[in-house]
Nanobody
Framework: QVQLVESGGGLVQAGGSLRLSCAAS????????MGWFRQAPGKEREFVAR????????DYLDSVKGRFTISRDNAKNTGYLQMNSLKTEDTAVYYC????????????????WGQGTQVTVSS
């Protein structure tokens, strides 16, 4: 089974940018569709973005469309979430997740999760 490790979180001012990385190991990353989710304090985990096994298709939460970009490099076994024009409401712990058989915005479709990385956007 694949293991996932996120990195790239931190503190940024509103309007700034961050790029999150999700490093996969254990199994070729190309066998998994990938998603990014986030969870803010006191809120449920929500879908942010997803990308297919080959990267041919992507999908986003409406509130991040045009600001966030999900991508992957299967040769490097790494996925990414580029976040631009960050807003205070983007503050959350961000998780990457991998799904072997389904491409979904539903968290229960994902088989493996990383430990999360904190993103804090200040005003």
């Amino acid at each position: 089974q694949v293991q996932l490790v996120e990195s790239g979180g931190g503190l940024v001012q509103a309007g700034g940018s961050l790029r999150l990385s999700c490093a996969a190991s254990g199994v070729p990353f190309r066998r998994y569709a990938m998603g990014w989710f986030r969870q803010a304090p006191g809120k449920e985990r929500e879908f942010v973005a997803r990308i297919t096994w080959t990267g041919s298709s992507t999908d986003y939460l409406d509130s991040v469309k045009g600001r966030f970009t999900i991508s992957r490099d299967n040769a490097k076994n790494t996925g990414y979430l580029q976040m631009n024009s960050l807003k205070t409401e983007d503050t959350a712990v961000y998780y990457c997740a991998a799904a072997m058989t389904r491409w979904s915005e539903v968290a229960t479709a994902y088989d493996v999760w990383g430990q999360g990385t904190q993103v804090t956007v200040s005003s």
